[in-house]
């Protein structure tokens, strides 16, 4: 049944989410035929060059929002509102309604990701860009301590797979906190995805000033900057952290859902 439902989720999204994503692609190509090679053909940025990447970076950053917002939109009316009634009288356990809505909406998060990645690759697919790239990969690598592309390349999979799933299920745990109220429910499930992300904020904002504030002592010690293998040791914590907290918040946003559907709902 689980797939099933999946399976109607995911034709019901992609109606209108793929046709928004299609122009990320064609955009993509046009950012690196009349933006990035202009720019190295030309020698120096000119204004059509400069609006066709800046158009780019601004639909792909609408899009990415947009997709979040449109599943959580569908979701809130699939399970929330009139549509509700339906929902949840079908011969299936409120875990799997959840499961259905987070695996669904995850996927699609996943695939603006994937093809996000696809059109940067796009545009930077220039060989002199490329050659550049090539360069200074070393260099970078060593910087960030990865002992290889690939160990980067899996960390940054491993970040975006789980703030796909993260994403979803914070969503999810949003709406039903927003759905405990009597009035003003789409405010407050705003404000608690919001809080959310201040507190992932405030958990990065308190290790980078840890950072800075070990390095003022350690510069007051021995009169030079410390290490840079140091300094990124603590930017490996963040990010470490940082996905610890998803994860955390993502179980809890999930178990919550399924307590408020079981025993709290209350459709519109």
């Known amino acids: 049944m689980l797939g099933k439902l999946i399976k109607y989720d995911m034709k019901t999204l992609s109606r209108f989410l793929v046709l928004i994503h299609i122009p990320m692609i064609i955009l993509a190509i046009i950012g690196r035929y009349f933006g990035v090679e202009r720019i190295l053909a030309v020698g120096k940025p000119e204004l059509p060059s400069v609006l066709s990447l800046l158009l780019c970076i ?16 569908y979701t809130y009316r699939n399970l929330f509102m009139h549509e509700g009634y339906l929902t949840l009288t079908l011969p299936v356990k409120t875990s799997t309604q959840l499961w259905a809505k987070l695996l669904s ?18 545009v930077a697919s220039v060989p002199e860009l490329l050659a550049v790239m090539q360069e200074s990969m070393p260099a970078v690598l060593a910087l960030f301590q990865f002992s290889s592309p690939s160990a980067l390349g899996w960390v940054m999979a491993a970040l975006t797979l789980v703030g796909a799933f993260g994403n979803m299920a914070i969503i999810l745990g949003s709406l039903s906190l927003g759905h405990c109220f009597r009035k003003h429910r789409v405010l407050i499930s705003i404000l608690s995805y919001c ?7 405030m958990v990065g904002g308190a290790i980078g000033a840890a950072a800075s504030i070990r390095n003022f002592q350690y510069l007051e010690a021995t009169g030079q900057q410390m290490p840079d293998s140091a300094i990124f040791n603590f930017y490996h914590s963040l990010f470490g952290i940082t996905m610890v907290l998803m994860i955390i918040f993502s179980i809890a946003s999930f178990i919550f859902s399924c307590h408020v559907l079981k025993k709290r709902v209350n459709l519109d």
């Open 105 to 122: 909406g995850a996927l699609w998060i996943l695939i603006d990701s994937l093809i996000l990645y696809v059109s940067l690759i796009i």
């Open 58 to 73: 601004i639909y792909w950053s609408f899009i990415s929002i947009f997709t979040l917002l449109y599943a959580a939109v």
């Open 195 to 201: 809080g959310f992300l201040a507190i992932n904020q």
